[in-house]
């Protein structure tokens, strides 16, 4: 059974940090491009941020300048380092593994919510 665990939400207010940590079996983990999405109340679930196996990132436009994902491959663990927090970045967050293209699994979610 696969297991992607999130950790790290919470509440803060506009201009804070968060840090989100996803860990998952390291067979999967180091195999795996590794994302983070989140969903709004009301609205789809979206692409945040991904990082591919030998560390090729990518950002939404909304995040970019603000967001950092990494991955330590020695703790099979991808972060998502969130600063300058906004009210419009409030949504569950979903860690993604993704070992092929039409494979993909995902964590519970984790909340954050950004006050103004």
């Known amino acids: 059974q696969v297991q992607l665990e999130e950790s790290g939400g919470g509440s803060v207010q506009t201009g804070g940090s968060l840090r989100l940590s996803c860990v998952t079996s390291g067979r999967l983990f180091i195999t795996s491009q590794m994302g983070w999405f989140r969903q709004a109340p009301g609205k789809e679930r979206e692409l945040v941020a991904s990082i591919g196996t030998v560390g090729t990132t990518m950002y939404a436009d909304s995040v970019k300048g603000r967001f950092t994902i990494s991955r330590d491959n020695t703790k099979n663990t991808v972060y998502l380092q969130m600063n300058g927090l906004k009210p419009d970045d409030t949504a569950v967050y979903y860690c993604?593994?993704?070992?092929?293209?039409?494979?993909?699994?995902w964590g519970r979610g984790i909340g954050v919510t950004v006050s103004s």
């Open positions: 993604n593994a993704r070992p092929a293209y039409d494979v993909m699994y």
